[in-house]
């Protein structure tokens, strides 16, 4: 049984993982936190303690600092902690550092969200191909388990996949994975994650439709879909990590992400960018700083974090999943409801940063008990859904189902460009 873990990042997702982590730790162990500022790690454990979440008191719960892209500085952490499980919720940037590091140690590696090299956005599909799964090979011959995007989504929405294959269709054609925020912060203008990352979602969209890779203008396709429990929320085409291995492992015809943003969001969006303040390429200033514009617009927005206390409003996401079973078409919504307040009440968070943090101690559970330690890399999709998906609803993160949900059409989508 593994046991002992790493929680690398302290931001509002490593916020939510040191929180569950803590409520199961007769079964995980020793928890350490560790950032590039370790303050971060300590107000995390003091919100832990607080809120009374630490199950075992004789195990251990404490903070180090680290930059995780000095590979032998992780090495030294990971051997001095005896973490068996690296739960990765850094920025993306670190992936392929703190995978080297697990590695080299024989640690189990997770992560939540797709590599990205700083000079380059929205690089050519599929994107695992470019980075993570370079490693495959080495994974399977160390026998490390490296499990891809284990939030939720990607993460939880690659298992619905799973599970619809499994127990819900004998072919499926569309899979279109919905994400609405229905919830309220109160401040001008704010991302529920890190903006940078956020918006270097928003520059080009790549969608798996008919069997091929196509490109589309950001914001360009609308749907307005009528959701359980929020109701009817407009919902935009938009590229995302998880498509780039559904489009792989699930024999689907179209999988495509669609994104949820109300029109204040969208207008002020479209001036920050068009005004290149969402842009990653530096700008030299008067005095001769080089400085990328999006450093300085994250300085500027709120911390995702921040937004916790009195954000009201649910988050619902799920999958408008078509295909047949026994000759007769099907239709399901496969879908979670995630309440703000719920989540501030229970751990001090707010439902973007709960819903991302969840899925990986779920995870690191079922490779603790030794369920998902496949001893390989893997995206979600690949590992038995049902353990997880039923680990999830007795973690806080209910899966509920539609059968022959409201229709979702989109319309005709044609590519710009296609690869
Ligand atoms: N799959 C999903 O559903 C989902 C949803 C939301 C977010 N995410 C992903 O989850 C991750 C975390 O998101 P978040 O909202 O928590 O972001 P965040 O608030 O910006 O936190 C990121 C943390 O990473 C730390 N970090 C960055 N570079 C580091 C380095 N070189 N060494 C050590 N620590 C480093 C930062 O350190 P310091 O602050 O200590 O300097 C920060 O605490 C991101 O990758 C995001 O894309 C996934």
Redesign the pocket.
Known sequence: MKKNVLI???????HVVAHKCAMHNDVLGDICI????QK?CDTIIESVLRKNNLKDSSKKLYSRR????DIPSLINLIKETQSEIVIN??????NMSVLEACIETGAVYM???IHEDPDKVCENPPWYGNYEWKRKQRCEENGITAIL?I?????VVNSWCALAKDEYFDTIDTIDILDVNAGSHGRYFATN??PE?NFREFKKVWTWNNRQWMLQKVHSIRVDYDFPVVGTQPVYLTGH?ELHSLSKNIDANSVRFWMGFGDHYLNVFSVLSNIGLTSEVPVKIANGVEIAPIKVLKALLP???SLAPGYTGKTCIGNFIKGTKDNQERSVFIYNICDHAECYEELESQA??Y??GVPPVAAAILVARGDWDVKQMVNVEELPARPFVDLLDQMGLLTEIIESPASFTPPVIESLESV
């Open positions: 690398i990042g302290a931001g509002g997702v490593g560790a950032s590039r500022t971060k680290v930059d995780a892209m919720v850094g920025q993306p940037y670190i992560d939540t969200a995007g939030g939720f989504d990607p993460g994650f890190d990352i990590d911390d995702p974090a973007i940063s819903t991302a």
